[in-house]
């Protein structure tokens, strides 16, 4: 639970420091990366289907995974 309310409070954080800036409208301002591509079938789908669906941006593949 401490480690959801940590990553949400660092995500509003982010949004909030980028949207006081003067930034073109096509400048990437926030990164997300699907992690852990390759440690089981489920986190296959969800990166894929994210970064299909233009949700992430980078995947990071586990290389000594099955």
């Known amino acids: ?5 940590l990553a ?3 995500l509003f954080v ?3 420091s980028f949207s006081q800036e003067n930034k073109p409208a096509d ?3 926030l990164l997300i ?3 852990d591509i390759g ?3 489920a986190a296959n789908v969800a990166c894929i289907e994210s970064y299909q669906n ?4 980078s995947v990071e593949l586990m290389a000594p995974c099955a």
Do not use: C, N
Request: charged residues 20%; glycine residues 4%; aromatic residues 8%.
């Open 14 to 16: 982010s949004v909030f």
């Open 1 to 5: 639970m401490s480690k959801l309310v």
């Open 8 to 10: 949400l409070t660092l």
């Open 54 to 57: 233009g949700i992430a941006r």
């Open 33 to 35: 990366r699907a992690d």
């Open 39 to 41: 440690s089981f079938h």
């Open 27 to 29: 400048e990437i301002q």
